[in-house]
């Protein structure tokens, strides 16, 4: 079993590793574990492009500009708590929590989106 490390959390993936010695019975799980892999490839594939649409590269801009601009936010805040010199309060923890949730969310989602093109889920139209 493998771990994926993102940013914010940790995603196991479990693959299928056959166990049986007879090579022909592995042969037999391996197609359908493919077959199985392939229902959910279509699966994204129609449901995400149908929710979706069609990505272009200017979507993707827009994103990564939102997304750099909530991870600036972030960052001011902080700073400026940093300069005021006083203890935080829970007003200001949570409003800097605020951002920073903000930011992560918008940096998964074009992670995801990035991902959703790479595997073919979604169509990126130039």
């Not at 049986?20 to 574990?33: I, K, N, S």
């Amino acid at each position: 079993m493998s771990t994926i490390a993102t940013s914010s959390y940790r995603r196991t993936r479990d693959h299928f590793e056959p166990q049986d010695a007879d090579p022909q019975e592995q042969r037999r799980l391996r197609g359908q574990m493919e077959q199985i892999d392939y229902t959910a490839f279509v699966a994204n594939r129609e449901v995400l492009s149908q929710m979706l649409g069609k990505a272009n590269p200017a979507s993707f801009q827009k994103l990564a500009t939102l997304t750099a601009a909530a991870r600036g936010r972030w960052a001011a805040e902080a700073l400026r708590l940093a300069e005021s010199g006083s203890p935080v309060t829970p007003d200001q923890a949570a409003r800097l929590t605020a951002f920073r949730t903000a930011y992560e969310e918008l940096a998964e989602s074009y992670e995801a989106l990035r991902r959703m093109v790479e595997r073919g889920y979604l169509v990126l139209n130039p």
